[in-house]
């Protein structure tokens, strides 16, 4: 059986690698490569790469993309590989003029780079410039300069590219007719990669900007091809190397004098001017084109970036005809992926990516750039359920339909619809910084991104993490909406960060996770799903930000108090003969940095200042601690 599916395997790779060479050698017969320096208003020039259709019988619409991560192979007869590797082939055979750009600042192109460059609504001169005008004056010069185009422009992106995609589609240029942010990078310290609620994502954080890492932050002197030359990290076990470096402080060192936006990072512990600026959302005011905003379920890095960037764009253009949201059971840029079957042992039942690409994308952009694409399945909101694995189309995001539902913590680690009834009752641990919980179970590196629908029982074991469950439900749960964790809480310090997991607890009587499609070779389909504790969402907290994330407030030791925040939004259903499960712990390792839990500037904490901390969650008829469900019924 095992050499029958390896020679199925190998001639389904034969298969593969002969269409993928007939595509690329279609594209290259069919499509001219060129490369132009693109002068934006203040002079500055910026490198972009253009292929452009040899057929000239009918003008052709062209899809941008601006980057910081390189438009590369540069040289015109050096052809980017990932065009017939992926579903952007069909771009090719619509007859798409496809460019990349490199943003000002970055690789080949000239100018200052700015992480996150604030939107200027406000421009008053040439020198007055942002992403949006570089936007516009690329798409200006594109429409007046490539041959036989039809005048209509698309914007596509992923991670921070969606970010240039936000501010492309915030510049309004009368061409451009339809955009799609795909997990923008919206707010850094609010919800996506380097901070949630105020908390550092240390390993995110610390591997994209530093000299160890991919070295993102180190600074360009002229424009260049050559990526940065990196040292690599000494210790491949990530908690290992992370809890032995210490402090924020130790990390800085580390990072050096050279890379600014880490410097900047570490000056702004609170959401103050200088990031209030530097939130995306500021840039989603009277946009005209089409808008698609796209994002994963589980993507670790922007998951927050696209639920919130379509919410605000909701607000801030009411009445928009073309303003539409899909979510699907994606980890970052999986919709963009060959593969949208599973994450981790989690499968989706269908390749999703495959749908999302030829009933949603391509369909959007020929419809606005061609006249041609059929938009039957974009509804207002196109979002996947995970747990039933199921597409649902809403008229709106949450539904309207969908009620309230509170889940009270209760003794003996119980969760229960009903307000609980003792008079004194609360559950606790203690948060040693030392000893803090990691965020997967195994021995890893880099950050992985299947930890998102991770077999939590490795955290139930622990003595600091307070497990909570139901009965065995006997009807289907669906949540569809934003996840509220209300916990009444008293601890013995003066700080500490609340991690809240909301989770799928599967029945014991379940087997392995076999799917028909896959070889019985793949080491991820051969996982034990019985009593399977499955992350649904997870959120962080950082205690001195319950109240406000501008104005940081400390702990009264032993006073009980409201920690009250949004785990985010959540589009699953508990099936009947689960449970429902959360978790409670107060580190997350080293996904998020060690609280010292002692109320200081933890970029400039010592060693000293980390301490142990004894945290209570209440559990009574008067300081209830819930979380609140929007549940929709079948």
Known sequence: ????????????????????????????????????????????????????????????PILLTRTPYSCSPYGKDKWNGSYWHSYLKAYFREGYIMVTQDVRG?????????????????????????????????????IKNIPNNNGKVGVVGISYPGFYSTMAAASNHPALVAVSPQAPVTNWFIGDDFHHNGALFLMDAFSFYSPLGSGFGLPRRKPTSVPPKTNGFPVHDSYKFYLKTGPLPAFSKLMGDSVRFWKDLCAHPDYDSWWQARDARNATKKIQPAMLWVGGLFDAEDNWGAWNSYRAAEINNPGKEFNKLVMGPWYHSQWANNDGTHLGNIYFGSNTSLWFQQ???????NHFLKGTGDLSEISEATVFMSGENNWRHYDQWPPAEKKDKILYLQENGKLDWTQPKSLTSFSDYISDPSKPVPYTEDVHFGRTREYMTDDQRFAERRPDVLTFKTDLLTEDVNVTGIVTADLLTSISTTDADFVVKLIDLFPDSLSYNNVDIYSDTDPVIKYPMGGYEMLVHAEVLRGRYRNSLENPEPFTPGKIERVKFNIGDVAHTFKRGHHIMVQI?????????????????????????FQKASIRIYHDEKNPSNILLPVLKN
């Not at 992403?131 to 594109?142: F, G, N, P, T």
């Open 585 to 609: 712990q107060s580190s997350w390792f080293p996904l998020v940095d060690r609280n010292p839990q002692k109320f200081v500037n933890i970029y400039e904490a010592n060693q000293k200042d």
């Open 359 to 365: 009933n949603i994308e391509i369909p959007f952009f």
């Open 1 to 60: 059986m095992k050499k029958l599916s390896f020679v199925i395997i190998f001639n389904l790779w034969c298969i593969l690698l002969v269409a993928q060479n007939a595509d690329s050698i279609w594209i290259v017969n069919n499509y001219t490569k060129m490369e132009r320096q693109i002068t934006m208003r203040d002079g500055i020039k910026l490198f972009t790469s253009i292929y452009a259709p040899k057929d000239n019988s009918e003008p052709h």
């Open 106 to 142: 970055r690789w080949m192109s000239e100018g200052d780079f700015v992480d996150i460059r604030p939107f200027n609504p406000d421009k008053k001169t040439n020198k007055d410039t942002d992403e949006a005008s570089d936007a516009w004056d690329a798409i200006d010069w594109l």
